[in-house]
């Protein structure tokens, strides 16, 4: 054999080795990744549901959330239509108090008489038009006091009554519905 034909079959006894390496090399990487996919697969199986457990979480928080705020929506308009004249009779309480106070005056001459008649007719149909909406008068003669209705500008002593009752009403109060609009101004028993 010649030196080229040694050479030659070197050389192919070293490509062949290298051929060899490379196939062995190339079914060890493919034996890796499959083994590193098998291994793969649970883990993102689990990342994946994981994910879609939180999504569902997440759309469920926001589905309550918007229960919620359709059912505040809604008890906010009933509200609002239930009290919806509170601020037109709360502008007219001072009318209903000047009113009151103009038919307090005592009338002598007959045109002053006229007047205040067609005052109370004016009053009466103010009162009859607030209270089909809902305005009523507090009560506050001889009734305990209670805060939540009365006001106590002034103290008094009476033997007469029990402690704590409204001796006198000096100024009116009103309810719109359950709602305290202006509490009764009162003289209470000490």
């Keep these: 054999m010649s030196q080229s034909e040694e050479k030659e079959t070197v050389l192919n ?3 062949q080795q290298t051929a060899t390496l490379t196939e062995e090399q190339d079914s060890s990487s493919i034996e890796e ?3 590193e996919a098998g291994t793969e697969e649970p883990n993102e ?7 879609l457990d939180e999504e569902t979480n997440r759309h469920l928080r ?5 229960e919620n705020f359709k059912r505040r929506v809604h008890l906010d308009r009933e509200a ?3 009290y ?4 037109l009779l709360s502008n007219l309480l001072p009318v209903l108090d000047n ?9 002598e001459s007959e045109e002053s008489q006229s007047l205040r008649k067609g005052l109370e007719m004016v009053y009466k149909t103010l009162i009859e038009a607030t209270e089909r909406e809902g305005l009523q008068v507090i009560e506050a003669s001889d009734v305990a006091f209670d805060p939540n209705l009365h006001q106590a500008v002034m103290t008094e002593t009476d033997d007469s009554k029990e402690l704590g009752m409204v001796l006198q009403e000096l100024q009116k109060g009103y309810k719109y519905k359950n709602r305290v609009l202006r509490p009764t101004m009162v003289k209470v028993n000490e």
């Design 80 to 82: 609002a239509d239930k």
């Design 45 to 51: 199986l689990e990342l994946l549901q994981q994910q």
């Design 99 to 107: 009113f009151e106070r103009a038919m307090q005056v005592e009338t």
């Design 84 to 87: 919806k004249a509170q601020n």
């Design 33 to 35: 990744i499959s083994q």
């Design 62 to 66: 926001l589905r309550a959330d918007y």
């Design 13 to 15: 006894t070293e490509n």
